[in-house]
């Protein structure tokens, strides 16, 4: 198993950044892809990006595409979402999850381990 723990929440003004971060314990963290969610206040969670095992590969939402950036340290057991130019819409609880699938990360069902999230809240 694994406990993943996000941080690096907060209030920030358009056109800001932030970069959160994702510090996973128990088993290797290598072994797992980390995808990244959030939720805003009536929404549905949706994807917003995700990082293979390696971090040689990543994946984004169409929404949030060349603002917003995924890496990873296995040695530090830490991923993190670099987030750039935010908007109001991008207002929003973000979760970190793991998984030990390589395929389908674009889906909540996908991952088994979830953080308790951290919110993010872009002033216009």
């Known amino acids: 198993q694994v406990q993943v723990v996000e941080s690096g929440g907060g209030l920030v003004q358009a056109g800001g950044s932030l970069r959160l971060s994702c510090a996973a314990t128990?088993?290797?963290?290598?072994?797992?892809?980390v995808g990244w969610f959030r939720q805003a206040p009536g929404k549905e969670r949706e994807f917003v990006g995700a990082?293979?095992?390696?971090?040689?590969?990543?994946e984004y939402a169409d929404s949030v595409k060349g603002r917003f950036a995924i890496s990873r340290d296995n040695a530090k057991n830490t991923a993190y979402l670099q987030m750039d130019s935010l908007k109001p819409e991008d207002t929003a609880v973000y979760y970190c999850?793991?998984?030990?699938?390589?395929?389908?990360?674009?889906?909540?069902?996908?991952?088994?381990?979830w953080g308790q999230g951290t919110q993010v809240t872009v002033s216009s």
């Open positions: 990082i293979s095992r390696s971090g040689g590969s990543t």
């Open positions: 128990g088993r290797t963290f290598s072994t797992y892809s």
């Open positions: 999850a793991a998984t030990t699938n390589t395929w389908s990360l674009r889906i909540r069902a996908a991952y088994g381990y």
